[in-house]
Every structure is written in structure tokens, then in C-alpha cells.
């Protein structure tokens, strides 16, 4: 537990936002990511653990948080 892996090959889902989100109890707290695929009508969920470390390292591996100038001159 706590060791980060890596994936070079993933290729990461494209998101104006992405945030941390924490569900549970103050003795056992759940943690997801709270984001908005750019170019669909809603937000996504996922990405849960107990361990926030896991959550953070998702994150990053999976999800690119791209700025609103950067999705307007995309569209």
C-alpha cells in the first residue's frame, strides 16, 4: 500500500474539471473523483478508494485537466 505504478502507455480521458470528493465517515472516509469529460452533457464519479494516495495517483494517471482557453480553441 502507498507505492505508486505508473502506466506510460494509458492515454488520459480529457477533463475541464476534476475534483476530490469524500463520501463515508469521519472513522472510515471513501474518496472519488468528481469530473467533467470535455464535450459531454454531465459529470462522471469514479475512481474510489479508501486509500487517498490511490485517488490522487489515479488522478494524474488517467484524467488531463485541460483549461477552458484550451477546450474553446479545441471546439
Not at 494516495?53 to 477552458?68: A, G, I, R, T
Amino acid at each position: 500500500m502507498g507505492e505508486s505504478i505508473t502506466t506510460t502507455d494509458t492515454e488520459r480521458t480529457k477533463v475541464d474539471k476534476a475534483m476530490i470528493v469524500v463520501t463515508g465517515t469521519k472513522e472510515k472516509p471513501y474518496f472519488e473523483i468528481l469530473y467533467h469529460e470535455i464535450g459531454k452533457d454531465y459529470d462522471n464519479i469514479g475512481f474510489g478508494s479508501y486509500d487517498l494516495n490511490n485517488v490522487f495517483d489515479w488522478k494524474e494517471q488517467y484524467l488531463e485537466v485541460q483549461h477552458l482557453e484550451v477546450v474553446k480553441e479545441e471546439l
